[in-house]
C-alpha cells in the first residue's frame, strides 16, 4: 500500500520549527502501510495513503469529529480509540498541518506523563 510521499515531507520541514529536544525525540517508522511518527516511543501523527493519521487526546476528540475532513481512524473496520484520519482537505495550509501535528504531541506528551 502506498503512501503519500509529498506529506510525509511536509511533515518532515514542519518538525524542523520544534525546539531540538523535541525534535530529536521524533522518529519515524513504516506502520499501517504508511509511515507514523513517534514522539519518545508513542504515535503521534502518521501518513496512510492520502490521508494524515493523528492522535487525539479523549477529550477533544468530540469536537474534532466534527470537522467534515475526520473521521475515526478505522484501520481495523472499527473505531480505535483516540485516532482519527484526516482527509487532504484538512491540512492543506501549513497551519492546520502544525496544528495536526500538535495535537499529535499532546496526546504522546499526555501518555508519557501518565506512565
Given at each position: 500500500m502506498?503512501?503519500?510521499v509529498e506529506l510525509e515531507k511536509r511533515i518532515d520541514l514542519a518538525l524542523i520549527i520544534f525546539p531540538e529536544t523535541i525534535r530529536d525525540q521524533i522518529v519515524s517508522k513504516k506502520m499501517f502501510?504508511?509511515?507514523a511518527y513517534l514522539y519518545?516511543?508513542?504515535m503521534t501523527v502518521g501518513v496512510v495513503q492520502d490521508d494524515l493519521m493523528v492522535r487525539?487526546?479523549?477529550e477533544k476528540m468530540s469536537e474534532i469529529l466534527?470537522?467534515?475532513e475526520v473521521?475515526?481512524?478505522?484501520?481495523t473496520n472499527r473505531p480505535m480509540k483516540e485516532f482519527i484520519y484526516v482527509s487532504p482537505n484538512g491540512?492543506?495550509?501549513e497551519e492546520q498541518l502544525m496544528f495536526l501535528i500538535e495535537l499529535g504531541l499532546e496526546h504522546a506528551k499526555r501518555k508519557l506523563n501518565q506512565a
Open positions: 502506498a503512501y503519500n502501510g504508511g509511515i519518545r516511543g508513542k487525539v487526546v479523549n466534527t470537522r467534515d473521521r475515526p481512524m478505522d484501520f491540512f492543506k495550509s
